[in-house]
């Protein structure tokens, strides 16, 4: 036996008193969830929990890319992840484990680069959701989905769904292209890594930082020639927090730690499995009410904090009109 | 396997510390719905210590469940839900234990009984997590010294969540710093050293490399020389003050003097105690209690305080700043004197109050003394909102969106632990009559009460994976908060609305 749609089916039987006056509800709404294909990008903290909510919530044809294999610090998030998966692709992975969990349900997994894709792969989708944690590949989808739109006709409109997290905070925006701001319009809200001046890394280290810095970009290169700096091989890490201790005690300064230089190279952000759950849940809920029309949808940014007790903001981030992918579309 | 590598990407946000408490919480959960499951999912993963899941052994694996819940498999139709999801849960990370407790009878009968404080090993549990406000569990809860309840539920596209704890007592509340640099009431040590830096005769590459701290320090000095000892106050003083920086510049490019200049306006930032903590030293009068490490700690800064002029201990932190690392160790090393010096003080008045001799390590007392600034501390209540009035006291009298939601949810609740079961579209009647019952004509039935009211019921009792989703995850950051004790958690009520994608906290009195 399968999954039925017990419990999702009296969402779509009947119709809410917010829902737009043109819906209809019925069987030909149940139809559209289980048969509309979706795109799953990134199958890290986020992507194993939209895989998760895709399949909880009715969708049955789901597509997922991911170009990186299972780590051991995954896995305090990654939950569809088990040690003994450690080194295998994770987009396969993760759509083995969910498909196996939910009859039924259909995942197509692509170990490999979104760019490795091309137009007519992207045209094939209603929704995309994206859980990339890079700014450069959240850019390249958006520039991929702006450029399928054709005016003269409504389906080539993909909506992307965009999640973030960082700690105990993350965002979550819905993208029309053309339509709404898109992912570039609202690139200066976004913030890049720390860098320091050359001068002081070099003459005037003054914190732990300054001195992992110096390590990693000058000292490197001079010993090791053209072997490149490799954060995940241990012996390569360890040299680097010797050494970065080394001139730390040379120059009086103190916090050098091992994980510290893994944070600083690999410019680590932290994060946790609920922050994660709110962001994917936040996105694939919006992907529900798109896909279904069953509510009216985010207009169109949300960010949420718990930093500081529970915090959400919601609001309409405005199209650019100099937008270098957007812009007079 | 190392746990450091496993845990990295949490270990950033709340240290060793944090995750020990994780390691040694443990968790009931009563009679799991969508979203306490996927609460637990988001503790687990991290290395929650041990969890035991309370259900009644007639709750069995439904058809239902296998439609929307993902911590099953179809093959487990017709199997305890207690002991399924324990073990699918479990299944996340084996760093955590659990245990299934199955009750005879129904949740509810279980929760009704008397002798409910004996029926089972409350206490040792730091957290009760349920869906619904059983009243006998929150009156449970009030005679238990160190359990505390959270309650999150799921229905339609929306959530709420509460959290039951006698009180918040926050030392690491990771608050964005507004560092006490003493800059207008510098101290000996600090103006000593300023004192010796003569910055006329110092060559233009030395200039270039002064801490803008110091900068800032001798134009103070210089700016009070002119001015009769006073300190700049108003806006068109402090504009003088930065004109006397400007006015040092020996060239466009000194990095130190723009630092100095764009730093200006915090020097005049209130330093002394904030707000929120005075309300803390205020509580002392009532709460104080000599046996609690907390009090004892605030008492003592109270009287460190008090004798020092208002000041707080420093912290013995500077922020990164343009110079030569020698000029920066050397400044960063008289506020680290500075610390230490004010640390001695602190713990000669904590050791007077401590009569009972309470072991506190030094490791402990620096980390309260490097957030003493930004304590928290809140009390808790456990009220019941049963009728109108108290309704009022915390939502007001007027039923918009929030208000409705919340009424709804109070009001299907009382159906739930009446009839046990869910209210649907064709109980609409009967769910209005409830409301007006409840309102009392003190508050009228709107519009949008109705509409929300209708969105709930039409769903028959099921629940959305993906509210329930986000309320697990609002509900798990919390409790991750309450047991790492970092941050600051929710106090003490949410209400979260999925279709605008909105939410609103309230406090209940
Ligand atoms: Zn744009």
Redesign the interface.
Known sequence: ????????R??LR?K???ADEEYEPGEEVLYALTTSKILVLGAGGLGC?IL??L???GFKEIHVIDMDTID??N???Q?LFR?QDIGRPKAEVAAEYVM????GVNIIPYYGKLQDKDEAYYAQFQVVISGLDSIEARRWINNTLVNLVDPEDASSVKFLIDGGTE??RGQ?KVIIPTFTACYECSLDTISGQTTYPMC?IT?????PEHCIEYVSTIEWPQSHKDQKLDMDDPEHVTWLHERSLARAKE???EGITR?LC??VVKN???????????I???C???A??IVTSS??I?ENF?MYS???????Y?FAYERKDDCPVCGGL | ??K??????????WQSSGQSNLEHSRIVLVSPNLASL?LM???I???LGHFTILDSEENVIT????????YI??DQ?GLSKAEVFASNLNE??LDSTHEVVKIEGTVQDFLASDDLSDKFPWNSYDFIVANWQFPSLIDLVQGLSNTSLIVVNSL??FGT?RIFQKSYKFIE???EKMLDLRLLNPWKELTDYSDSIDLEALDLQEHS?IPFLIIQLKAMEEYKRQHGGELPKAYSDRKVYKAIIQGWKKSYDELNFDEALTNSNKIFNPQKVPEDLQKIFDSLEGDFDAKDKYWLLVKALKIFVDSNDGNLPLTGEIP??????EN??TLKGIYKDKFSKDLTNFEGHLQELNVNEIKFTTDEIVKFIKNSKYLYYSKLSSKLINNVDLFIEDFGSELSEFQSIILSFIMIENYYLQFNTIPS?TDINALLNITKLFLNNKIQITETY??VL??IL???G?????????M???G???L??LITLQ?????DF?V?D??????E?YKIK
């Open positions: 036996m399968t999954r039925t749609n017990i419990a999702i009296p969402y009947t809410g008193k917010f929990e998760k909510n399949a909880s919530s051991l610090s896995l305090n998030r939950f040690t196996k969990r939910f009859k700690g105990f979550t002081t003459n005037n280290p003054r914190l120059f009086g300064i994980s893994l944070g680590i952000i932290p994060a946790i499995a609920s922050t994660n759950a709110i994917a849940a936040s694939c809920n919006e529900f009410k509510n009216p985010l949300m718990g930093n500081d007790s529970v915090f959400t919601t | 396997m190392s450091e590598e496993k845990y990295d990407r949490q270990l950033r946000l996927e999912k988001n503790l993963l991290p290395g058809e239902e469940d296998l439609s929307n819940n993902f498999t179809e139709l996340l990370n339609s596209f969540l509340t990771h608050s490399q990164d700043m343009d110079s030569t690392t920066y160790m579209l109705e509409k209708y969105e039409r769903v028959e099921k629940e959305l994976a993906n509210i329930s989703s986000i697990g995850g609002i798990a950051q919390e991750l908060k941050y600051k958690p929710l106090d949410l979260f999925g279709i605008r994608s909105v939410s906290r």
